[in-house]
């Protein structure tokens, strides 16, 4: 069975500056596929950024990027010139790869983001 | 196009009574995933499809809750003799052939009374 952690129950920022949220794992499997979801208050799950464990590159999507390290099981996301429109909650997820192509997500239990003028 | 829709957006139903959720995955995605989102237990997996093999039920918290899937399209989530503790957001995701990521719906919020 694979955890989650998320240490940060709650995290402020200002706009514009840079936030790092962060996220550690446990698993025995070596092919993984790792993601953050955004769910602002609306409640919709927003996919944010993945990593592929078999990567050492970190992923990067706009405004967002991890820092993903295998050996430690850490994935922490950083977002710079943080918006007003970031404040949400933020999930980090594993999911392991089968054979099939398709498995379920183990979610951690989030940290909210307050982004303040 | 169109994402992952979910109905009814909001369900208060009293203790006892049977519901239906139901969603409509992303055309052409053929895995469709179920999971529950409550405050004492975050977010947990409950049921998936997968194609038209035998869908995986592990996660399913007791014999109340049911699922099926129909024409490899629309699912329905059901849950027998609701109790209050069934109160949560239940959220419906699907993914398209061999790919990893997973388009989630708005979400139903369930509220037994």
């Known amino acids: 069975a694979q955890t989650v952690t998320q240490s940060q129950p709650e995290m402020s920022v200002q706009e514009a500056e840079t936030v790092t949220l962060s996220c550690t794992y446990d698993t025995s499997e070596n092919n993984y596929y790792l993601f953050w979801y955004k769910q602002p208050p609306s409640r919709q799950m927003i996919l944010v950024i993945r990593q592929e464990a078999y990567k050492q590159q970190n992923a990067t999507e706009n405004r967002f990027s991890v820092n993903f390290q295998k050996a430690a099981k850490s994935f922490s996301l950083k977002i710079s010139d943080s918006q007003l429109g970031d404040t949400a909650m933020y999930f980090c997820?594993?999911?392991?790869?089968?054979?099939?192509?398709?498995?379920?997500?183990?979610f951690g239990k989030g940290t909210m983001l307050l982004v303040s003028p | 196009g169109a994402g992952v829709s979910q109905s009814p957006s909001n369900k208060v139903t009293e203790k006892g009574k049977d519901v239906e959720l139901r969603c409509d995955p992303i055309?052409?995605?053929?895995?469709l995933y179920w999971y529950r989102q409550s405050l004492g237990q975050g977010l947990e997996f409950l049921i998936y499809f997968q194609g038209n093999s035998a869908p995986d039920k592990s996660g399913l918290p007791s014999d109340r809750f049911s699922a099926e899937r129909t024409g490899g399209s629309v699912s329905t989530l059901t849950i027998q003799r609701t109790q209050q503790e069934d109160s949560a957001v239940y959220l419906c995701?699907?993914?398209?052939?061999?790919?990893?990521?997973?388009?989630f719906g708005p979400g139903t919020r369930l509220t037994v009374t």
């Open positions: 997820a594993f999911m392991p790869v089968m054979n099939s192509g398709y498995s379920t997500l183990t």
């Open positions: 995701a699907s993914s398209s052939p061999m790919a990893y990521e997973q388009y």
């Open positions: 055309s052409g995605h053929t895995a």
